[in-house]
T-cell receptor, first 113, second 113 residues
Framework: ETGVTQSPTHLIKTRGQQVTLRCSSQ?????VSWYQQALGQGPQFIFQ???????GRGNFPPRFSGLQFPNYSSELNVNALELDDSALYLC????????????FGNGTRLTVT | DQQVKQNSPSLSVQEGRISILNCDYT??????FLWYKKYPAEGPTFLIS?????DKNEDGRFTVFLNKSAKHLSLHIVPSQPGDSAVYFC????????????FGEGTQLTVNP
């Protein structure tokens, strides 16, 4: 069973640039969600995708967007990067059934300078 | 508005003793609670969960207690082992919110040999 994999592991971008982070879901999982973890904080929910459509969003501006592909892999796109976007971005996958635990990847560390 | 709070940033215990990690929540709509642990450079790993219809759930050395009237849950680890040293996150969800988890800030547990 292949776990959740994320790429890249680290990334440095300049304020105002755009970034795309990638995630491959665990085999058999059809739901993917993205979280932002700032230093010293718990992960914060960005959004969730199911069957290639966004079906839940946290308190993040529209410049955070995503995609889910037919093979359940996913992308997180962030436009017009700001310094506060520096964080660990975690992808998680799960089954589409109630209280199915999330399985997290190791994250992408984004630094915006 | 921090709906899930872990008031202790850190906890240190001796190997073999009990570790008790605490978590408080404010949203009475939460009906499912989870604990995740996180090692450095890895994503959070699911540990144990509890539904709001129960007040206790046990899995080996790990037991989670839920006190709905106090909006409080705790994770007991007994006996504690050095390999348990990690950051522990409490998380909560609402039945209809899918994979949207609200996390606490985390507690760094250190188990000393």
């Amino acid at each position: 069973e292949t776990g959740v994999t994320q790429s890249p592991t680290h990334l440095i971008k300049t304020r105002g640039q755009q970034v795309t982070l990638r995630c491959s879901s665990q085999s058999g999982h059809n739901t993917v969600s993205w979280y932002q973890q700032a230093l010293g904080q718990g992960p914060q929910f960005i959004f969730q995708y199911y069957r290639e459509e966004e079906n839940g969003r946290g308190n993040f501006p529209p410049r955070f967007s995503g995609l889910q592909f037919p093979n359940y892999s996913s992308e997180l796109n962030v436009n017009a990067l700001e310094l506060d976007d520096s964080a660990l971005y975690l992808c998680a996958s799960s089954y589409d059934r109630r209280n199915s635990p999330l399985h997290f990847g190791n994250g992408t560390r984004l630094t915006v300078t | 508005d921090q709906q899930v709070k872990q008031n202790s940033p850190s906890l240190s215990v001796q190997e073999g003793r009990i570790s008790i990690l605490n978590c408080d929540y404010t949203n009475s709509m939460f009906d499912y609670f989870l604990w995740y642990k996180k090692y450095p450079a890895e994503g959070p790993t699911f540990l144990i969960s509890i539904s709001s219809i129960k007040d206790k759930n046990e899995d080996g050395r790990f037991t989670v207690f839920l006190n709905k009237s106090a909006k409080h849950l705790s994770l007991h680890i007994v006996p504690s082992q050095p390999g348990d040293s990690a950051v522990y996150f409490c998380a909560a969800s609402v039945e209809t919110s899918g994979s949207r988890l609200t996390f606490g800030e985390g507690t760094q547990l250190t188990v000393n040999p």
